[in-house]
């Protein structure tokens, strides 16, 4: 029997999904984000569910993208391949006319934080870290950070936290408007959240996503081309062979700008 790395349940009106890779920290490799799109993409056109709720198996999130994997994407259309089923998921998950939700428990890291940031609300569990943290391997983040970066923070904030690669807590993370809520229980909060969108006019919370989304949709489209761009330029040069180097001897690496 083929493994599956996506768990959908349906409940009424709402899609919970659920990576399924916890030994690997929900990393997210080639057929975890196919399976991903396909779910999604079943969804978008079916009109009784009107939410769609993210979380990770085990006790994360989702640490990024699936770093062994990426590397062994040597040539240039292999990875641009890989690129753009990223950035067809991110297109998607942000423009899908549902209310979607991001229920972050452990780390939320690299394209992780992508994803939920693509999402219209992010829950936090308060002992959860976030990251975009691809500065330590001499690359630039994907999956539109760039772009939900900058919505929810600002440029300036938003530079500083790729520039830096620092991890977060939530706490910290809340402040930066990252993410929307800090709860103890994070089922919990799920459960008064979808409450909560049971009494409001979904159809009319909607609408407005639709508005929004298609005003910024072109704008997110050319930020992920340029990340795409901008990552396989990142990939060839000697800082980031050198952070891939450190990065698997477990030391601190040193850069030299090239």
């Given at each position: 029997?083929?493994?599956?790395?996506?768990?959908?349940?349906?409940?009424?009106?709402?899609?919970?999904?659920?990576?399924?890779?916890?030994?690997?920290?929900?990393?997210?490799?080639?057929?975890?984000?196919?399976?991903?799109?396909?779910?999604?993409?079943?969804?978008?056109?079916?009109?009784?569910?009107?939410?769609?709720?993210?979380?990770?198996?085990?006790?994360?999130?989702?640490?990024?993208?699936?770093?062994?994997?990426?590397?062994?994407?040597?040539?240039?259309?292999?990875?641009?391949?890989?690129?753009?089923?990223?950035?067809?998921?991110?297109?998607?998950?942000?423009?899908?006319?549902?209310?979607?939700?991001?229920?972050?428990?452990?780390?939320?890291?690299?394209?992780?934080?992508?994803?939920?940031?693509?999402?219209?609300?992010?829950?936090s569990d308060k002992n959860s870290k976030v990251a975009m943290n691809f500065i330590g391997i001499g690359l630039i983040p994907d999956g539109g950070a760039h772009f939900?970066?900058?919505?929810?923070?600002?440029?300036?904030?938003?530079?500083?936290?790729?520039?830096?690669?620092?991890?977060?807590?939530?706490?910290?993370?809340?402040?930066?408007?990252?993410?929307?809520?800090?709860?103890?229980?994070?089922?919990?909060?799920?459960?008064?959240?979808?409450?909560?969108?049971?009494?409001?006019?979904?159809?009319?919370?909607?609408?407005?996503?639709?508005?929004?989304?298609?005003?910024?949709?072109?704008?997110?489209?050319?930020?992920?081309?340029?990340?795409?761009?901008?990552?396989?330029?990142?990939?060839?040069?000697?800082?980031?062979?050198?952070?891939?180097?450190?990065?698997?001897?477990?030391?601190?690496?040193?850069?030299?700008?090239?």
């Amino acid at each position: 029997m083929k493994e599956s790395f996506i768990e959908m349940e349906l409940k009424e009106t709402v899609a919970f999904i659920r990576f399924n890779r916890p030994k690997s920290l929900n990393s997210f490799n080639t057929m975890l984000i196919m399976e991903l799109l396909d779910k999604l993409k079943e969804l978008n056109y079916v009109d009784e569910i009107k939410v769609v709720v993210l979380q990770g198996n085990g006790s994360n999130f989702s640490s990024g993208g699936d770093i062994k994997e990426m590397l062994q994407l040597k040539g240039e259309e292999l990875f641009f391949q890989a690129m753009d089923q990223i950035n067809e998921l991110i297109t998607l998950l942000y423009s899908m006319p549902k209310i979607t939700i991001s229920a972050i428990e452990g780390a939320a890291a690299g394209l992780g934080l992508s994803v939920a940031l693509a999402t219209d609300y992010i829950i936090s569990d308060k002992n959860s870290k976030v990251a975009m943290n691809f500065i330590g391997i001499g690359l630039i983040p994907d999956g539109g950070a760039h772009f939900f970066l900058r919505k929810r923070m600002g440029e300036s904030h938003a530079k500083k936290l790729i520039w830096e690669g620092r991890v977060l807590t939530a706490e910290q993370a809340k402040k930066y408007q990252i993410i929307d809520e800090i709860t103890d229980n994070i089922q919990t909060s799920i459960v008064e959240n979808l409450k909560k969108l049971e009494n409001m006019p979904l159809q009319a919370m909607i609408q407005t996503k639709k508005i929004y989304s298609e005003i910024e949709k072109q704008n997110l489209i050319d930020i992920l081309d340029l990340e795409k761009t901008s990552q396989w330029k990142m990939r060839q040069t000697k800082d980031h062979q050198e952070g891939i180097k450190a990065f698997a001897e477990k030391r601190k690496p040193q850069f030299k700008g090239e």
